[in-house]
């Protein structure tokens, strides 16, 4: 028998990881493969280098820990929208990419949505279907619309026209009433909606087929994913309301754990479904991206170390690499400011770290003013979160213990997902 392990798989924008862990969360295998090696370079089939992507990743993953697996769960990039033929389940046009956007559809759903709905941009699953819908002159009657992570978990337990409602929540899918709201039902386009799951649902067992020949148990069980962002926050398992997870790469992310939903469009700030909590984002354009225009990482590293991080820095920046803010102020004239320029490199450092860190402080008293349940923890990722006199200013702006998150990986994320799922089997 040997233990029980779990498979996540992160489907990432250029390429795909796996971790395998077991109960106790520890990884007992990963690997990481690039879409690009599976492209043709005449012909780039988006769609069949996420296929082999995902056989290659089951093939690398140990022979010998193969038939342990209990539960598989893959995510996605979100909004990553695919139009199926019913019946084959294979791709009946190009996907459309997490960042592909359909402004043609735009008036159309502006006009069926309710003013300011997360549907309402045109990067949207629901922008992306429309535009679909009112080209397409062909037959339409046996069409699904899947999310990438739907249609790879498809290719794993066989059932078409499933979703989670992570994935779901952008072409319109209400979470609070767990269903899609009646002004998306009454659409002629409704019928390609997919089911909706919450995420880390059982949803089959692994199909025949894919389970010889790659030598898994008969009891593994497909979960339904969710979105590579929100699989990275499960990753620091911030479970509690109040807990949060910053990342610090090019931008600056927050993410918080909350008892109450918040929306604000405004603010770009909107709330995903985990459960019975609610997952509040925002996103404010500071971040590395500007660090990395002034100094290398090799100097970042220097010159923290001779900051005084217990002492705070009386300059006061805002850095962004272009002109406008969404949050925590949403002012798309916002200037750049990082002036007046000490001489003091070391001085010039401490002052940005310092401005980022009190951005994210307002970004979290934003949250909390905007309802969510006040931050009582951070937990941190991202090429940010390596430094520790940062770690320590941020302490301080904020008044709250700062960690750096154990696992930061998505495919980490999906994996803690399959083991819920798997405790879910049979209830
Ligand atoms: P992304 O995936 O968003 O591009 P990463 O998570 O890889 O970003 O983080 C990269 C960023 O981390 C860069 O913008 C860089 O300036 C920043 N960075 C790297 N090392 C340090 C450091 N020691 N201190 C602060 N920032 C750092």
């Given at each position: 028998?040997?233990?029980?392990?779990?498979l996540?798989m992160?489907?990432?924008?250029?390429?795909?990881?796996?971790?395998?862990?077991?109960?106790?969360?520890?990884?007992?295998?990963?690997?990481?493969?690039?879409?690009?090696?599976?492209?043709?370079?005449?012909?780039?089939?988006?769609?069949?280098?996420?296929?082999?992507?995902l056989f290659?990743?089951l093939?690398?993953?140990?022979?010998?820990?193969?038939?342990?697996?209990?539960?598989i769960s893959v995510?996605?990039?979100?909004?990553?929208?695919?139009?199926?033929?019913?019946?084959?389940?294979?791709?009946?046009?190009?996907?459309?990419?997490?960042?592909?956007?359909?402004?043609?559809?735009?008036?159309?759903?502006?006009?069926?949505?309710?003013?300011?709905?997360?549907?309402?941009?045109?990067?949207?699953?629901?922008?992306?279907?429309?535009?679909?819908?009112?080209?397409?002159?062909?037959?339409?009657?046996?069409?699904?619309?899947?999310?990438?992570?739907?249609w790879l978990s498809w290719l794993l337990h066989g059932k078409?026209?499933?979703?989670?409602?992570?994935?779901?929540?952008?072409?319109?899918?209400?979470?609070?009433?767990?269903?899609?709201?009646?002004?998306?039902?009454?659409?002629?386009?409704?019928?390609?909606?997919?089911?909706?799951?919450?995420?880390?649902?059982?949803i089959g067992y692994m199909k025949?087929d894919v389970r010889?020949?790659f030598?898994f148990?008969?009891?593994c069980v497909i979960c339904?994913?969710?979105?590579?962002?929100?699989?990275?926050?499960?990753?620091?398992?911030?479970?509690?309301?109040?807990?949060?997870?910053?990342?610090?790469?090019?931008?600056?992310?927050?993410?918080?754990?909350?008892?109450?939903?918040?929306?604000?469009?405004?603010?770009?700030?909107?709330?995903?479904?985990?459960?019975?909590?609610?997952?509040?984002?925002?996103?404010?354009?500071?971040?590395?991206?500007?660090?990395?225009?002034?100094?290398?990482?090799?100097?970042?590293?220097?010159?923290?170390?001779?900051?005084?991080?217990?002492?705070?820095?009386?300059?006061?920046?805002?850095?962004?690499?272009?002109?406008?803010?969404?949050?925590?102020?949403?002012?798309?004239?916002?200037?750049?400011?990082?002036?007046?320029?000490?001489?003091?490199?070391?001085?010039?450092?401490?002052?940005?770290?310092?401005?980022?860190?009190?951005?994210?402080?307002?970004?979290?008293?934003?949250?909390?003013?905007?309802?969510?349940?006040?931050?009582?923890?951070?937990?941190?990722?991202?090429?940010?979160?390596?430094?520790?006199?940062?770690?320590?200013?941020?302490?301080?702006?904020?008044?709250?213990?700062?960690?750096?998150?154990?696992?930061?990986?998505?495919?980490?994320?999906?994996?803690?997902?399959?083991?819920?799922?798997?405790?879910?089997?049979?209830?």
């Open positions: 028998a040997g233990k029980r392990l779990y996540g992160d489907f990432g924008t250029s390429g795909a990881r796996y971790a395998l862990i077991d109960e106790e969360g520890n990884i007992l295998a990963e690997g990481k493969r690039d879409y690009s090696s599976f492209m043709n370079k005449e012909k780039v089939d988006l769609v069949q280098s996420w296929k082999k992507t290659s990743l093939e690398d993953v140990p022979v010998s820990l193969r038939s342990n697996i209990a539960s995510d996605g990039t979100s909004a990553t929208t695919m139009i199926i033929d019913g019946k084959t389940g294979e791709s009946l046009s190009k996907p459309f990419l997490y960042n592909d956007s359909c402004p043609d559809a735009l008036p159309l759903v502006k006009s069926i949505a309710p003013e300011n709905h997360t549907v309402c941009i045109g990067s949207s699953t629901l922008c992306k279907l429309v535009s679909w819908w009112n080209s397409c002159g062909s037959n339409k009657d046996s069409v699904v619309l899947l999310h990438q992570a739907d078409l026209g499933v979703s989670d409602y992570n994935n779901a929540l952008k072409v319109g899918y209400d979470p609070e009433i767990d269903s899609y709201p009646p002004w998306l039902l009454a659409q002629p386009y409704s019928f390609v909606l997919p089911s909706v799951q919450a995420p880390g649902t059982p025949e010889t020949n030598g148990s008969e009891n339904t994913g969710t979105t590579d962002s929100i699989a990275a926050f499960l990753a620091a398992r911030a479970t509690q309301p109040g807990k949060a997870v910053t990342s610090l790469g090019s931008t600056l992310a927050i993410k918080l754990l909350s008892t109450r939903r918040i929306e604000d469009s405004r603010y770009g700030v909107y709330s995903h479904r985990l459960d019975d909590k609610w997952l509040v984002g925002g996103a404010s354009n500071t971040g590395g991206a500007v660090l990395r225009q002034m100094f290398t990482d090799d100097q970042l590293e220097k010159l923290s170390e001779k900051i005084n991080s217990s002492e705070a820095s009386p300059l006061d920046y805002y850095p962004l690499l272009s002109v406008g803010e969404r949050f925590p102020v949403a002012d798309p004239d916002m200037q750049p400011r990082l002036h007046p320029r000490p001489e003091s490199d070391v001085e010039y450092l401490h002052g940005i770290l310092e401005s980022i860190a009190r951005i994210e402080a307002k970004g979290y008293n934003l949250l909390k003013d905007l309802g969510a349940t006040p931050v009582e923890e951070v937990f941190t990722a991202g090429g940010g979160s390596k430094n520790d006199k940062w770690i320590k200013i941020r302490e301080r702006v904020l008044g709250l213990p700062v960690h750096k998150a154990l696992q930061t990986e998505a495919c980490y994320g999906a994996a803690l997902l399959a083991m819920k799922g798997s405790s879910l089997k049979g209830r």
